[in-house]
C-alpha cells in the first residue's frame, strides 16, 4: 500500500504514547548476585534464583531500587512511599521462572514529566504516567549455529538484569516529537549515570504506541503498539510509516485494528504480529516474595539532594548566564561531561559575554575536531588549558590563527598555552612602538598604495594591513595595525 499524499495525512493528528525499557547499570542482577556484563559467554552469569529454580528466593537489589529512584526524580515524578512487585505470567522459552516479576497496580513512582526540545528551539513537555522497576528476560538466538535452521537457543545471562520502564502519556503528535523525546530521556539517564542506554547492548529498548484522529477530534483513536524499535532513528522512521498506514487504512473506509505490530528495518513497514494482549492474559497478582519497596524519609531525601543538575536546567543555564545561542547549548549540554568540560572552559577564559561564546567555538570546533568522535575523556588539552588559550585570544593576545597553531602543539605536548607560545615565540605584536617601525618600512615600500589612499580610495587599508601581517609573519594584531596605518596616513 502505497503511503496516502501529505494532504490527506495533513487533515489527521496523530497521537504517541512511548513504553522505553531502560537497563539500570549496576553491577548485578535485581533479585540475585549475577554480575551484569554484556557479551559474557553463554549461560556462565546465572543461578538458581535467575534460572528460575523451585524454592530459589528473589533478594531486592538495593542499589537497583536507588538508580531507579534517581531516574524518576530526574523525569519529575512522585515517588511513592510504598510500591509492590507484581507476576506478569507467560510462557517463553528465554522465561525460566514462567513469569517476569515487574510492578502493576502499585508502580514505584507516577506523575512526571520530560521537557523537549524541537527543532527551531521550541519547547513541549510530555508527561510520564509511571516509572515502574521489574527484571529481565533472557535471549533467545534464532540464528549464528550450524543447525539454526531448526533450533532456537537460549542464553539467560540477561535473565534478572534490572529494568526500569517509563511509560508516557499520549502526548506525542508526531514521529519527530517521539525522536526528541527519546532523545532527552536518553541525556536524562545518562546525566544520572543510571544507564548508558547503548541501543546496541539492549540498554534501552522502546515502543510506540500510535493512532490518529481527524484534526479537531478529541477522542483517541485506535493505536497500535510497534515493537523492536532498536535505534532513535528507526522509531521515526517506524512512527512515520504507521502513521500514513492508519490514514490510508481510514481514507479507505476500513479500521485501524487494535494490535502488536513489528518494524521491519529492511522495508521500512510495520507488520502485524499478534491482537493486542490485555492485562488480564498476564494473571497479574502480587510478588509473594517480596515485600512491598518503601522509599522515604533520609534515603529518598539523600538521593534528592545528591542530584545533578538536569540537562534542560542546564541549557537554559547557558544560554543565560554564557549568552549561548540555543543551537550551541543544546549540543554542549547533551553530554554530561561534555557540558562540565565547556563550563570549566569557560569560567577559565574570564566567565562571560565574549570569551565565553569563544570558549563555546572551541569547543564545538577544534576540541570536537581533535577527538575524532571519541568521547570527552580523550580530549588532549584540559578544559581550564583551552580556557587559558581562548582568554588569550579574547584579549588581543595571539590571533585566532596563532591559536590554532598553539592547540595543535598543546594537544601534542601536553604544554599550556602560555608556555607554548613563548617557547614558539607566537606572541602577537601589538606594542605600537613595535608595529610603527615596520608600518613605516610598508609604506615606503608602497608608494602607490599610499597615493590612492590618500586620494580617498580607502580599500587599499586591506593590502596595507596585509603587507605589514606578511612582514611579522601574521604575528601582528590586524587591529594594532589598522590605527597605526591610520595614524600614519593621516
Ligand atoms: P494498554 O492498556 O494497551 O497497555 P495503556 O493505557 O497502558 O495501554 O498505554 C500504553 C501506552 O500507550 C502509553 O504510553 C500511552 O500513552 C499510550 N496510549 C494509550 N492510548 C493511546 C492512543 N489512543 N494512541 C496512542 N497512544 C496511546
Ligand atoms: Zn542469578
Ligand atoms: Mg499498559
Not at 134 to 160: C, M, P, W
Not at 356 to 376: P, T, Y
Request: hydrophobic letters at 40%; aromatic letters at 6%.
Amino acid at each position: 500500500m502505497a503511503a496516502p499524499a501529505d494532504e490527506l495525512i495533513a487533515k489527521y493528528e496523530a497521537v504517541i504514547g512511548l513504553e522505553v525499557h531502560v537497563q539500570l547499570g549496576t553491577r548485578t542482577k535485581i533479585f540475585c548476585g549475577c554480575p551484569v556484563v554484556f557479551g559474557a559467554a553463554a549461560n556462565t552469569n546465572v543461578c538458581p534464583v535467575c534460572l528460575g529454580m523451585p524454592g530459589a528466593l528473589p533478594v531486592l537489589n538495593g542499589a537497583a531500587v536507588e538508580m531507579a529512584v534517581k531516574a524518576a526524580l530526574g523525569l519529575k515524578c512522585r515517588v511513592n512511599p510504598a510500591s509492590r512487585f507484581a507476576r506478569k505470567n507467560y510462557f517463553y522459552p528465554d522465561l525460566p521462572k514462567g513469569y517476569q516479576i515487574s510492578q502493576y497496580d502499585e508502580p514505584l513512582a507516577e506523575h512526571g514529566e520530560l521537557e523537549i526540545t524541537l527543532e527551531g528551539g521550541e519547547r513541549k513537555r510530555i508527561g510520564v504516567t509511571r516509572v515502574h522497576m521489574e527484571d529481565d528476560a533472557g535471549k533467545s538466538i534464532h540464528d549464528g549455529f550450524r543447525d539454526s535452521d531448526q533450533y532456537t537457543y537460549v542464553d539467560l545471562n540477561r535473565a534478572g538484569t534490572p529494568l526500569i520502564e517509563i511509560v508516557s502519556e499520549p502526548d506525542m503528535r508526531s514521529a519527530e516529537e517521539a525522536y526528541a523525546y527519546l532523545t532527552a530521556l536518553k541525556e536524562v539517564m545518562q546525566y544520572l549515570n543510571v544507564s548508558e542506554c547503548d541501543m546496541e547492548k539492549g540498554q534501552l529498548r522502546c515502543d510506540a504506541n500510535v493512532s490518529v484522529r481527524p484534526r479537531g477530534e478529541e477522542k483517541l483513536g485506535t493505536k497500535a503498539e510497534i515493537k523492536n524499535l532498536n535505534s532513535f532513528r528507526f522509531a521515526r522512521m517506524a512512527i512515520e510509516y504507521e502513521i500514513g498506514r492508519q490514514v490510508g487504512l481510514i481514507e479507505g473506509g476500513e479500521k485501524v485494528e487494535q494490535e502488536t505490530r513489528l518494524y521491519n528495518a529492511d522495508t521500512g513497514m510495520t507488520v502485524g504480529m499478534r491482537s493486542k494482549e490485555h492485562a488480564h492474559d498476564y494473571r497479574y497478582f502480587p510478588e509473594p516474595d517480596l515485600t512491598p519497596v518503601r522509599v522515604g524519609g533520609d534515603w529518598l531525601e539523600g538521593i534528592r539532594r545528591a542530584m545533578p543538575e538536569l540537562p534542560a536546567e542546564k541549557r537554559k543555564r547557558f544560554i543565560e548566564s554564557y549568552g549561548l545561542r540555543e543551537y550551541d547549548a543544546q549540543v554542549l549540554t547533551a553530554d554530561r561531561g561534555l557540558s562540565e568540560y565547556f563550563e570549566k572552559t569557560a569560567e577559565a577564559a574570564g566567565g562571560e559575554g565574549n570569551a565565553a561564546r569563544l570558549a563555546a567555538n572551541w569547543v564545538m570546533g577544534d576540541l570536537m575536531a581533535a577527538l575524532k568522535g571519541a568521547g570527552i575523556e580523550a580530549a588532549p588539552v584540559k578544559a581550564e588549558r583551552l580556557g587559558e588559550l581562548v582568554a588569550m585570544i579574547a584579549k588581543g593576545e595571539i590571533s585566532g590563527k596563532m591559536a590554532k597553531e598553539i592547540f595543535a602543539r598543546m594537544a601534542e605536548t601536553g604544554d599550556g598555552a602560555r608556555a607554548v607560545m613563548e617557547r614558539e615565540g607566537l606572541k602577537q605584536i601589538s606594542d605600537a612602538g613595535a608595529l610603527e617601525k615596520i608600518v613605516d618600512e610598508v609604506l615606503a615600500a608602497s608608494p602607490k598604495q599610499v597615493e590612492q589612499y590618500r586620494s580617498g580610495k580607502t580599500t587599499v587599508m586591506g593590502f596595507l594591513v596585509g603587507q605589514v601581517m606578511k612582514a611579522t609573519k601574521g604575528q601582528a594584531n590586524p587591529g594594532a595595525v589598522n590605527e597605526v596605518l591610520k595614524a600614519k596616513l593621516g
